[in-house]
């Protein structure tokens, strides 16, 4: 729970001992315990000042002076559960603001609350006498009537020293939820619920008489008779009723280290929500810490995940490429090698004359006379430049149908 302290008391405090001393008191590092008494003109100890008391030199404390408004100072619990350094961080930098102690400003007639306490007093109370709101405009609200009259003090508190850590209250379609510059919290307040084992009443005593009386008949009558227990009036084994101890609780958010920092505060044997106001706005600020800092690491892995989807594409569309271009080449030097061995051909066919006698041979050369011209036209730059750019390779739309082709 929150410590409490006038300006007085802490300044005295922190001239009795070292502040790194003081700081592991409150489990707190002593550059924000500096920070705190900066915040409030508390005077703190120079540099050497102890080391000149322990030498038993004459030393004076620093008066406190005045300020226009003094104000309480509130040192907020701390919460060792989680080992995380940036929440660790944000968690000493709330205490810091949550120093200054609760603000109670117009929040006192916010909306949202008047309407909560609007709908929980027309509620009716179910059997185990709590009365249940929710819905955009008013808090998720499971409590007695008599804690609903608590909430009337609690809640404005609340939004007060929730205002210090900069969230406010704001309407949202599964109910209302705090908001800061960077996230939203979803809160909901729950009472508990006492179970003592229940005691007869004169008038269900009399209903199973009653009903056994009705039974001993039909046997005396018949007493063949068989007689079911169904309708036998049935006496409950406990009764429910609420506790008066009432809890708050935030959403859940779990970090990479699945440590999930402090999300519900209750009454318990000694402390209150009200006095944990402090606390509870702390533990706010930590929470949305934590789910900004999840949100970003989910969104780190969705980028890393998309980069290296996209390199894989790229590599893939790149390969497609280069077999598209490969097969082209090896097509060109099929074309080249056929283009070679029709020439030798026809050297050999001719040899040392210039046209052969042979009528049919004479016919076949002029045949591949004109065959070779056609292959060597096709291998012409020319005519390569129009059979790329038919197929679209080698320039900029060597990957022309690589979707379709990675479905087919």
Same mark, same amino acid.
């Given at each position: 729970?929150?410590?409490? @302290? ?17 700081? &592991?008191?409150?489990? $707190? ?6 920070? $705190? ?9 120079? =540099? ?8 038993? &030199? ?10 226009? #408004? ?23 930098? +709330? ?65 007060? +020293? ?15 939820? @705090? ?13 508990? $619920? ?34 079911? #227990? ?10 429910? =009723? ?7 609780? @935030? !959403? ?29 706005? =702390? ?7 934590? &789910?900004?800092? =999840?949100?970003? !690491? ?74 070779? +011209? ?13 059979? @790329? ?20």
């Amino acid at each position: 729970m929150a410590r409490r @302290f006038t300006r007085q008391a802490f300044h005295d405090l922190v001239w009795t001992r070292p502040m790194v001393q003081l700081a &592991k008191d409150f489990a $707190i590092s002593d550059v924000a315990l500096h920070k $705190i008494c900066r915040k409030h003109a508390i005077p703190t100890p120079p =540099v050497g000042w102890w080391a000149k008391q322990a030498a038993g &030199k004459a030393v004076k404390r620093t008066p406190l002076s005045k300020v226009k #408004n003094e104000a309480e100072i509130v040192i907020a619990s701390a919460d060792l559960t989680s080992t995380d350094a940036a929440l660790a961080e944000a968690r000493e930098k +709330a205490r810091i603001l949550a120093s200054s102690g609760e603000v109670r400003s117009a929040a006192a007639m916010h909306p949202v609350i008047r309407g909560t306490l609007a709908a929980l007093r027309k509620a009716k109370p179910s059997d185990q006498g709590l009365v249940s709101v929710e819905g955009a405009e008013v808090i998720r609200c499971t409590v007695s009537l008599a804690a609903a009259d608590r909430l009337a003090d609690f809640l404005p508190k609340l939004l007060g +020293a929730a205002a210090v850590q900069g969230f406010e209250i704001e309407i949202a379609d599964k109910g209302a939820r @705090f908001r800061s510059a960077e996230e939203t919290i979803t809160v909901s307040i729950i009472e508990t $619920i006492d179970r003592t084992p229940h005691t007869p009443t004169e008038a269900e005593l009399a209903k199973v008489a009653a009903w056994e009386k009705k039974r001993d008949a039909a046997r005396r009558r018949d007493s063949w008779s068989f007689v079911l #227990n169904y309708d036998r009036p049935k006496i409950p084994e406990w009764d429910y =009723v609420p506790s008066g101890k009432i809890g708050l609780e @935030f !959403e859940q958010v779990w970090t990479r280290t699945r440590a999930a920092p402090r999300r519900a505060f209750r009454d318990g044997k000694t402390q209150t929500l009200e006095a944990m106001v402090s606390d509870i706005a =702390v533990g706010l600020a930590v929470l949305a810490a934590a &789910k900004t800092q =999840v949100r970003l !690491e989910q969104d780190a892995r969705q980028r890393a995940w998309q980069t290296e989807q996209d390199r894989r594409e790229q590599a893939a569309r790149l390969a497609y490429i280069e077999d598209r271009r490969a097969k082209a080449l090896d097509a060109i030097l099929v074309d080249m090698e056929s283009v070679d061995r029709l020439r030798r051909l026809i050297g050999v066919l001719r040899g040392e004359q210039a046209e052969p006698t042979e009528p049919r041979v004479a016919t076949f050369l002029a045949w591949a006379d004109a065959t070779l +011209a056609a292959r060597m036209a096709r291998l012409s730059p020319t005519a390569l430049e129009a059979q @790329f750019d038919d197929s679209r390779l080698f320039g900029g739309d060597d990957d022309r149908d690589y979707g379709r082709h990675r479905w087919s």
